[in-house]
């Protein structure tokens, strides 16, 4: 995307960091619903085409509005999905691969709270993963969602609680697939941990200027 033109040099300055500073992130969510690369291009230059024609409305800091934007524009098309919680498993566990600084994750527990994810329904995975995984603390989920505070927070304490069961139920029916091969063994208490957390899905937060 070109840089906006009109406007005073305070107004193109401004824009200009702002473009700078939130490309990266915007950019990984809209892929991550839309998978077509193409049109995440579209899609996102969109966005930032948004924000400039309302550069009086965008609060400072920015916090979860250009997501918010992002959301609608990405909705418009028709073609969005949530993120397939596997998919970002195979994200995450790549990305700490590749620094090996990253803290250890386990796998399986991803992939636990991955798959009690995927049985919830896209609002309440759209909730979970824009605080979990893009990062947004409850103000800023606020703004991305259009609501109010304390709106948000009851959303995201409901859908955790959806997802504490998910993982307690797919905790049970591991346990019972695995029975008749086991004679005993200890109960963990990782999935209740992991979803107590929210989406345990490791926050991944693309930062920094177009490259």
Partial sequence: MGMATGGDASDQQRF??????????????VARRLRDRGLTDDVTAEV???????????????GGWLFGVARNVVMATNRAT???PLDLVEEALAAREADPSARAVDRSELERVAEALATLSDSDRELLLLMAWEGLPLAQLAEALECSVAAAGVRLHRARQRLRRAVDHAGATRRGSTSTSRSSGTTSSRGRSAADRGASLPVRRERGGRS
Wanted: charged fraction near 15%; glycine fraction near 0%; charge should be negative.
């Fill in 82 to 84: 949530v993120p397939d």
């Fill in 16 to 29: 200009a960091l702002i473009y700078q500073s939130n490309y990266a992130p915007i950019h990984a969510y």
């Fill in 48 to 62: 930032f085409t948004v924000a400039w024609r309302r550069l009086d409305d965008i609060p400072s800091p920015i």
